[in-house]
């Protein structure tokens, strides 16, 4: 059974930091990512890592969150940084194959002003 579970969500004030992890089990995915929707909003991408180390970011995190990967561990983090308000989001694990698209359960990340 394949499963992603993150961690690693909470409470920060603005201009803080946190890492989350997404540990996938059931099998190995080329490519993880992050995805994140704020109430009322689409969900949108954060960034995604694939295992050969490509990198893609949202225009609105580039330069504050960083992307890495434990091919081992099968497991893919989410540094975040100079954290703002307007990242206040449930943020989800992502782990796209050919015939389905996987989805953590989510966790909640709160900026306070």
């Known amino acids: 059974q394949v499963q992603l579970v993150e961690s690693g969500g909470g409470l920060v004030q603005t201009g803080g930091s946190l890492r989350l992890s997404c540990a996938a089990s059931?099998?190995?995915?080329?490519?993880m990512g992050w995805y994140r929707q704020a109430p009322g909003k689409q969900r949108e991408l954060v960034a995604t890592f694939t295992r050969g180390g490509n990198t893609n970011y949202g225009d609105s995190v580039k330069g504050r969150f960083t992307i890495s990967r434990d091919n081992a561990k099968n497991t893919v983090y989410l540094q975040m940084n100079s954290l703002k308000p307007e990242d206040t989001a449930v943020y989800y694990c992502n782990a796209p194959t050919v015939g389905y698209n996987y989805w953590g359960q989510g966790t909640q990340v709160t900026v306070s002003s």
């Open positions: 059931g099998r190995i995915f080329n490519m």
